[in-house]
């Protein structure tokens, strides 16, 4: 009885808060969503590569949208395989050309692979933006490689110029 007239100290309780969860089907729907992102990203990557400068001298100009695709069919195969496999819209020769790797793709794709390797961890999104750099840089790659070249030539070569003076050689130029 003589703890009845105690004064009872106020006991704080735990309240243990409950963490929303997200549902397995919520995350696997999210990661699917930048797989797809990253997927379709490199494709148009790569198509976009491979046919800008046709685009840009006039190869798709035509009215109708079956020619527009032929012409695409024909961009596509005829620069990475060397067969057009329609003869009767615009043809289009194999390309080899290997400073066409270094394009603007590229360099923004480059540029997402470093930050997703920055050993900082308050960084959003590092995993995932290196992920489809990743994949974006591959597809410029390939793209500019088989893209047609700027100058007209899909080789190289060593042109030196014989500028002669004191006895020295002053140039060697790439084409």
Known sequence: MAR??????????????????????GRKHKKSIITTVGSAVATIV??????QKDRDAGAYS???MGTK????????T????????????????????ING???RFSGASLAGVI???????????????KSISKKTLVASILGGIFDAPAGGSSSQSIIS???????????????
């Open 78 to 97: 005829g620069r990475i395989l060397g067969f057009n496999a329609f003869s009767d819209v615009q043809k289009f020769p194999q390309t080899i050309n």
């Open 115 to 129: 930050y997703g390797s920055l050993p900082f961890g308050f960084l959003p999104h590092k995993g995932k933006v």
């Open 161 to 175: 110029s014989p500028m002669i003076s004191n006895g020295r050689q002053l140039s060697t130029t790439w084409l």
């Open 4 to 25: 009845r007239g105690r004064r009872r100290r106020a006991v704080r309780r735990r309240v243990s808060r409950v963490r929303r969860r997200v549902s397995r089907a």
């Open 101 to 103: 790797a270094f394009n």
């Open 46 to 51: 790569f198509f976009s590569q491979l046919t």
């Open 62 to 64: 035509s009215p109708d």
């Open 69 to 76: 695709v032929k012409v695409f069919a024909n961009n596509v």
